[in-house]
């Protein structure tokens, strides 16, 4: 295979976290990708290589952007958390004092903070969903709030990998006022920091976006279970539904419809650079932009730790990210994404990363070729690390 030629800003110290990058290409299946790092507010690496697009004949650009699928719920909940801290919505008041028509079926007492740590029951629909209603807000939205939980709303932790989206997409839309969550999302948290991050692209916009593709390379299994184990193991259970009805989650990700639709939960658009700014903005002392040094805790003090009963994997959540412990410390976090996507922070150094890579892998959580990533760049900031 030919050696790829990366491109990039590539600061003193990161040479080796590009070599690392480079070799993913060459062992781990890698066909187009992106990675970034900030330290302390700076951007010290903002690399890219491959091809954008199924026919490998359009180069991966700076700037290029990809689905982030899962990656996006970060960007969800701290939509969220600004609402918190306006006192525009409260996290242990019902979700139906908001939105009333979300209390049927028994949801009455599920609770914003039960929504956020995945404790809602809220996972999937029970019925089969036609593939195009999740292209149109106010048909999905209402087929939402009919929806009836899983188990008792509280009780349990279980992933609610497409539905906590528009939960929160539409709660956003509704305490804010604003016109779409999209609306939203761009003038508070994409406008203040610069970021190119969308849900739901403008028609000129889809031509330069990464087209998915499946990465043939047997990758190493970081987590107990993976995707393709979890759903083969029971066809009909709750994790194929959730992340199989309507079909089009899954089989529909390169088409217009699905990147020009709001699909909070999984069909964000972003670039690699703009999930390392996101991450750092929130482990930056000095940086309020997004959230105040009062609230950042929130994205990884722990809410809920469990054996996963969707995911069958120990997950530890906060308020909309996953987070981890590394010595004594909890202030990892972060949201893998389908395929191998990671935006991950740690304030205790101040540092944000952003991976984006159009080739998917079967990770569950973290993927071998982000895992290799980080550890390189713990390296090269001199830092101890530890898998998540």
């Given amino acids: 295979m030919t050696a790829v030629r990366v491109e990039g800003q590539i600061e003193s110290g990161f040479e080796s976290v590009a070599q690392v990058f480079a070799d993913n290409f060459q062992q781990c299946g890698e066909q187009g990708a992106a990675f970034s790092v900030v330290h302390e507010g700076k951007l010290l690496l903002d690399i890219w290589a491959g091809s954008r697009d ?26 969220v958390l600004q609402l918190v801290e306006r006192g525009l919505l409260q996290l242990d008041q019902p979700v139906a004092a908001y939105w009333p028509e979300f209390a049927a079926a028994n949801k009455a007492k599920v609770t914003v903070r039960q929504v956020l740590c995945h404790r ?26 009919a929806e009836a939980p899983w188990w008792e709303p509280g009780t349990a932790q279980g992933y609610s990998p497409i ?20 609306d939203y999302f ?21 031509a330069g976006l990464a087209d998915m593709a499946p990465n043939r390379e047997k990758l190493p299994q970081l987590n107990r279970h993976g995707m393709t184990e979890i759903m083969r193991a029971d066809p009909r ?124 892998g079967q990770a569950i959580l973290l993927d071998h070729r982000a895992d290799r990533l980080l550890e390189a760049t713990y390296g090269a900031l001199g830092l101890d690390y530890t898998k998540p």
């Avoid at 199924?54 to 939509?79: D, H, N, Y």
């Avoid at 956003?172 to 969550?181: N, P």
């Avoid at 761009?186 to 889809?206: I, K, N, S």
């Avoid at 020009?260 to 000095?286: E, H, K, T």
């Fill in 120 to 145: 809602s029951g809220v996972n999937a629909f029970h019925e089969p969903v036609d593939d195009q209603a999740i292209f149109d807000w106010a048909t999905i939205v209402e087929r939402v709030a």
């Fill in 186 to 206: 761009q003038a508070h948290v994409a406008a203040p920091l610069g970021l190119d991050m969308e849900f739901g692209v403008a028609d000129v916009a889809v």
């Fill in 163 to 182: 539905l906590y989206g528009w939960v929160l997409g539409e709660l956003v839309r509704r305490a804010s006022g604003a016109s779409s969550f999209n």
């Fill in 237 to 360: 259970g709750l994790a194929n539904r959730a992340f199989g009805n309507p079909p089009s989650l899954l089989f529909g990700t390169n088409s217009d419809n699905w990147r020009q639709a709001q699909i909070p939960a999984a069909n964000a658009q972003s670039s690699a650079r703009s999930l390392a700014r996101f991450y750092g903005s929130l482990c930056d002392v000095v940086d309020e932009r997004l959230l105040s040094n009062v609230m950042k805790p929130a994205c990884w003090t722990p809410q809920s730790q469990a054996d996963d009963s969707v995911l069958k994997n120990d997950i530890t959540f906060a308020l909309g990210f996953m987070c981890w412990a590394s010595k004594g410390s909890v202030q990892r976090f972060g949201h893998p994404g389908a395929g191998g996507t990671l935006g991950y922070g740690d304030a205790e150094n101040q540092l944000g990363v952003g991976y984006v890579t159009r080739s998917m």
């Fill in 54 to 79: 199924k026919a490998a004949q359009k180069p991966w650009l700076e700037g290029t952007r990809s689905t982030i699928f899962s990656a996006g719920k970060a960007l969800v909940a701290v939509c």
